[in-house]
């Protein structure tokens, strides 16, 4: 695990800055700059994009990391890579040239009345849904090669770092709020440009026409891997577009905001899962089952304890969190805790999604990946419309859809390739999470009411003394515990 925990430990730092400016951004900035409706508009447009990616990418960014430690010659090599070049392409010209009729079909069908002023940027869902297909296909190259750092950087911190400094240029006047979302679009690109360069910087193949000897498994791969890749961003990105069919943008940015927080939680998660995933497809290729099962066992409780601390952190913090923000915001408060437990559950199944799809079973992405996106649309259709639960109804959707499919996968791995995430260590992290949870939420410093500028000061002075408290208590019962043996041998090399 010593690779895996240097790249990891590397991708952690660029994931959490990023998720600090993309906080600050979507806390402060966004609101206070923007305003509720623009940052509306900005998060359905970025949301419909992300839906469309995987079908741009035409699952190719999986495809390279299931089968590239595969080819042993260069020719070979280069032969795949090129073609996973080419194959975007076949859905990106088509729907390119039908984007006239597509955007009119968005329009009509998904968006209420009030919110159809979002036709005069749709252009945006296209330019984005490609540039980040192929950002992931570039990514995915310099992941199979033990690279992911830079691409990690690109992917966590770049962007927010981009939207920073176009929120400040709104601020002073540089740039207007229409003008924001075309800036944006233009860095999206220049992005993608920046991983082509790294991604050929580290391999740069000779390109060429000749099929891999395997391209019809490649193909066959790529078809059925699309839905899987299709149902994770649509368990989040739905919820965000379906909001826009019945009431206004800002009720979209009060959501999108509930999410993010409740989604920094899994920021260890992606970064382990930058280098895991690489490494869980060369140990399946060489069908190493000893290592893949090491793998997931290491991963899964290393994240549920990382994962535990955070999700403390966030949820005995989020009301006072709330009081800082403007009005509207604080009715995330319910969608931020369902949001988090089941991004907790994701963090729990360690490396299950990575030796699913690159193992011999991977067809049953399929049937998961179709199932998880009819289940997350009809309870949608049913608690936010019909019963009427508001956007909790959409964040109480996507945890039933998470545990139901994320239950399914853990059963499947168990039963076809006998592994099983969960030990002894499990059981008492996800209790001590528990008790310190009902320990800590209802309780508060009482602190009087202190404000500067309007802002409540000591709700942020209750935040940091919790927090302290929680981080410290937490981390010594983890460690008197030993419930991760990797987690302790890192504390010992500090204490030298």
């Not at 695990?1 to 998720?19: A, C, E, H, P, R």
């Not at 540089?174 to 910087?201: E, N, V």
């Not at 998470?402 to 076809?416: A, E, G, Q």
Request: glycine fraction near 6%; include cysteine.
């Amino acid at each position: 695990m010593g690779i895996i925990f240097k790249q990891s430990f590397k991708n952690t730092i660029v994931i959490y800055l990023g998720f600090i400016i993309g906080g600050l951004n979507t806390v402060f900035f966004y609101p206070g700059i923007l305003g509720d409706t623009f940052q509306g508009i900005v998060t359905v447009l970025l949301s419909y994009s992300n839906l469309i990616m995987p079908l741009m990418a035409m699952g190719v960014h999986y495809t390279i990391i299931k089968f590239f430690s595969v080819y042993q010659e260069k020719i070979e090599k280069d032969k795949f890579l090129s073609i996973a070049l080419i194959l975007p392409l076949l859905v990106g010209i088509p729907v390119g040239f039908l984007w006239n009729n597509i955007q009119d079909f968005i329009v009509a069908n998904f968006l209420s009345d009030e919110n159809k002023d979002i036709e005069s940027y749709t252009i945006v869902i296209y330019i984005v849904s490609i540039c980040c297909a192929y950002f992931e296909v570039f990514y995915a190259w310099s992941k199979v090669h033990l690279k992911s750092v830079v691409g990690n950087f690109l992917k966590e911190f770049y962007n927010r770092a981009v939207v920073l400094i176009l929120l400040l240029s709104v601020s002073f006047e540089l740039i207007t709020k229409s003008q924001f979302i075309f800036w944006l679009t233009g860095f999206y690109i220049l992005r993608t440009l920046i991983m082509m360069y790294y991604a050929f910087k580290v391999y740069f193949p000779k390109f060429t026409l000749s099929l891999p000897k395997n391209y019809k498994e490649i193909a066959s791969y790529s078809l059925f891997i699309i839905f899987a890749g299709s149902a994770g961003a649509l368990i989040l990105d739905i919820d965000k577009v379906m909001v826009t069919g019945k009431e206004a943008f800002s009720a979209a940015a009060y959501y999108t905001v509930a999410v993010f927080i409740g989604s920094f939680i899994e920021a260890p998660s992606r970064a382990l899962g930058q280098i895991l995933q690489p490494l869980t497809s060369k140990s399946l290729n060489e069908n190493d089952d000893a290592e893949v099962d090491s793998l997931y066992k290491k991963s899964s409780i290393n994240l549920l304890v990382i994962g535990g601390l955070f999700f403390l952190l966030i949820n005995c913090n989020i009301i006072e969190l709330f009081k800082m923000m403007p009005k509207g915001y604080d009715q995330g408060v319910f969608a931020v805790l369902l949001i988090s437990i089941a991004k907790m559950y994701n963090m729990f199944l360690g490396n299950n999604g990575h030796i699913l799809s690159n193992s011999k079973y991977y067809r049953v992405t399929f049937p998961i990946g179709i199932g998880t996106a009819l289940t997350v649309y009809f309870l949608n259709v049913l608690f936010y419309r019909k019963i009427d639960m508001s956007t909790d109804g959409l964040a109480l959707a996507t945890l039933i859809t998470v545990f139901i499919f994320n239950t399914i996968k853990l059963l499947y791995v168990h039963f076809k390739m006998k592994m099983n995430p969960i030990t002894k260590e499990s059981g008492i992290t996800l209790l001590l999470i528990l008790i310190m949870f009902a320990g800590f939420y209802f309780w508060d410093f009482n602190i009087p009411e202190i404000k500067l500028w309007g802002l409540p000061i000591h709700s942020f002075i209750n935040m940091i003394l919790k927090s302290i408290i929680i981080v410290c208590l937490y981390i010594y019962l983890i460690l008197k515990l030993n419930v991760s043996n990797q987690i302790n041998a890192i504390a010992e090399r500090l204490r030298k």
